[in-house]
């Protein structure tokens, strides 16, 4: 067993046999021994509430993990020696006498301890006391926590104040998984190492952003949860406003977490208050209906396994954010996102003014702006839209608007993207939390939907209705045409 130069972790892993945990943790766990980054004496304990012991939990991780993982990737001896790392405790996270074991488990005294809580919010503050109580950690152990962080802003502010009676803010990741992203970190590089862009990004040059994040899948077995939280609490509070804050940030003095997370607050308090005379040219909400998704038949929200006919959870949201400060005054963000769309998206596009004064043919006139489209997924890359004469003897000085081009997957010879989660489980255990959400931007966040919020339900209005396997609700579509817009797909 190779020895990597890091630091020795001991991850806690609460909830082990869930789906996050399966599907996501383990993968990126095998992913980074298989990279050489997790220490030889790492070592994971997993916990959970069913009664099986380390044998059974490895045969269980044996199998998924040849589920999750690309088969080219699955390598047998690196496979068991994962498998060997791994040991079962069944835990009632309630009962604090059970969590004297732990002690017993920890590995060299010196090494990280990371404690990951892969369980229901509301069990973060007994599950912290407990650990506490049994003296499993101290003023160095980091844990790191799942989104969503409450339902609104004063069940979040509950949630923190537990963690916060165990822990310091500096010991607390909450993960967004979105930040994670390669794509979504290369909008710092982007942003902050171009000045060719730097110069250009404000109210000055460009018109307007749109973020558009889709997924072509439904509810997919999870309506108890999701038909509770709704695209706006599932996706907008974090993995959206986090993408918007990226765009919209001044530039950090240094790349330090606080620098970062600093200049992201400030976007989220210069946010406009949408107030419920804005809600009909601000905001649409849509419920998808029966139609189809990858040209079959798929049922209607209401029609889910599962669900409560009467529901009026949205799976679609729009909105028009409007930034106010110096540098996005008058700029607005179209944001949306939705389940059942036609397909899996997520694009930035930001639309650079006309020139000052045009004097090529009138008829191309809706040509002469620039655009830089930054696909975060699938095809990951950028696109910057410009123009040139068109070819030919007989074309005059007749425009064209072509790609320059940069796509990663050809441009650099990567031979896989990796997970957002072996990135953020790697920086937790290197203890840098600037791909984490801080505290107060939580809190901004969910001030700023939580209004939203507040205002659908004085209406009472329903969700409008859209059909599986289309861009939302028609009223999607006319927000941005009222303002003589158009979704970049659609245009
Ligand atoms: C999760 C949401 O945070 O993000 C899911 O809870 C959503 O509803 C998922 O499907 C999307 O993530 P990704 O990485 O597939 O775009």
Redesign the pocket.
Known sequence: MAKSNYTQSDLMLFGALGDLAQRKLFPALYQLDRSGLLDQGSRILAIARDSIDTGELRRLLDKKLREYIKPEECDEVLLRRFLQRVDYLYLDFTDADGYQSLNSWRGAPDSNLIVYLAAPPSMYGVIARNLRAANCCSSKTRVVVE?PIGHDLASSQVINDELGEVYRENQLFRID??LG?ETVQNLIALRFANNLFASQWDQNHISHVEIT?A?S?GIEG?WGY?DKAGQIR??IQ??LLQLLCLIAMDPPSDLSADSIRDEKVKVLKALREITPDLMESHVVRGQYTAGTSNGKPVPGYLEEEGANKGSATETFVALKAEIENWRWSGVPFYIRTG?RLPE?L?QIIIHFKPAPHYIFDPDQKHLANNKLIIRL?PDEGMSLKILTKDQGLDKGMRLRQGPLELTFSETFDTDRIPD?YERLLWEVMKGNQYLFVRRDEVEHAWRWVDQVIANWNDSGESPKRYAAGTWGPVAAIAMITRDGRSWYEDA
């Open positions: 989104k998984h979105y992203k994040v997924e899948v999870r999701f599932d996706m974090n993995h389940k899996k997520s997924q957002a």
